[in-house]
């Protein structure tokens, strides 16, 4: 299954539409999409407006492959399960959020492994494809706590 | 430290990456007295055992939002009176740490990992009043703040 995801309800229809056409194109009928309070109502996917934490975990660990705006929460949590994941980042230009550090962040990651990036909705096709024949590479898997050495620094800044 | 007498702690964050971020950074809070606010209540879940509160959800463009969650923190550090205040972010987190600031306690703030191009505004106002002021990347620290220690990633 390919989750879709952006990550809250902030609308990210330039996102959802490419994929859900990308679906149509290819016949891929196994996606599920979280669409938040987009305009566009997938008719290729799966899809809900929101979920919950263990609805969200549990379809990313049902999940080969995320697909999600390029945000840290979405993509440090695919790190969590070890998920490839292919990130797009939302725009200040298309009032999809309020400032480019998603830019930023995408171009952070997209030498990551297990991380694919797509700068604009027209870059998405390639980059699932790319991201489906690399399914086996899976993204470093990272625990589920910060390093010790921060957080040694950060309980002793309370403690003390 | 006193065992049989932990030191209070407050995490606060608002939701998603920012939540994330707190939740990676839980083993810190091993053994002390924590309690949590975040803006979905059902974040709960990361957190068994631990007291919670949901607080409003606000951006800088929401006034009355601001004022419902400036009753709502007052309440809550009145009620819990921690000793330290630590916050990933963002509006709900910088305005409790001011708040905390006033009332006494040690205030920390930690830029999201998300900024790798500059310090987040609210972040960059946080500069300015906190204890320790946080960035989780190395090319962002300046001798007056903020800080390098590390990054949850």
Redesign the interface.
């Known amino acids: 299954m390919i989750f879709v995801t952006i ?2 309800m902030l609308p990210f229809d330039r996102m959802i539409q490419a994929v859900d056409r990308w679906a149509q194109e290819t016949g891929c009928d196994d996606l599920f999409a979280q669409i938040g309070n987009g305009q566009y109502e997938p008719r290729h996917m799966r899809w809900e407006r929101m979920l ?3 609805e969200f975990s549990q379809k990313l660990e049902a999940a080969s492959l995320l697909v999600a705006h390029a ?4 993509v ?2 695919a ?1 969590e399960a070890g998920k490839p994941v292919i990130v797009m980042p939302r725009r200040v230009a298309y009032h999809e959020v ?5 830019v ?2 995408a171009e ?1 990651l997209q030498d990551k492994p297990g991380i694919f990036v797509a700068f604009s909705e027209a870059d998405l096709p390639a980059a699932l494809s790319l991201a489906q024949d690399h399914l086996e590479m899976g993204t470093t898997l ?1 625990s ?12 002793q ?3 003390e | 430290m006193n065992p049989k007498n932990p030191r209070k702690i407050l995490a606060i964050s608002s939701g998603g990456g920012h939540w994330v971020q707190m939740r990676r950074l839980r083993p810190a809070f091993d053994g002390l007295d924590v309690a949590y606010v975040s803006v979905k209540a059902d974040y709960a879940q990361d957190t068994p055992g631990c007291r919670f509160y949901t607080v409003r959800d606000v951006n800088r463009w929401d006034r009355f939002g601001f004022f419902i969650l400036t009753l709502q923190l007052i309440k809550i550090l009145w009620r819990e009176r921690p000793d330290v205040v630590v916050t990933t972010g963002a509006a709900p987190g910088l305005l409790a740490i001011f708040l905390a600031r006033l009332m006494g306690s040690k205030t920390m703030w930690i830029d999201s990992v998300a900024n790798c191009g500059r310090v987040s505004g609210s972040g960059s106002l946080a500069r300015r009043f906190v204890h320790v002021c946080l960035t989780q990347w190395p090319h962002l620290k300046q001798d007056d703040g903020p800080d390098y220690w590390g990054a949850v990633l």
Do not use: D, Y
């Open positions: 990550g809250s919950g934490p263990r945000g840290m929460g979405t440090i949590s790190m309020t400032t480019e550090h998603q930023h962040t952070w990272i589920r706590s910060a390093p010790a050495e921060f957080v040694n620094k950060v309980r800044f309370l403690v």
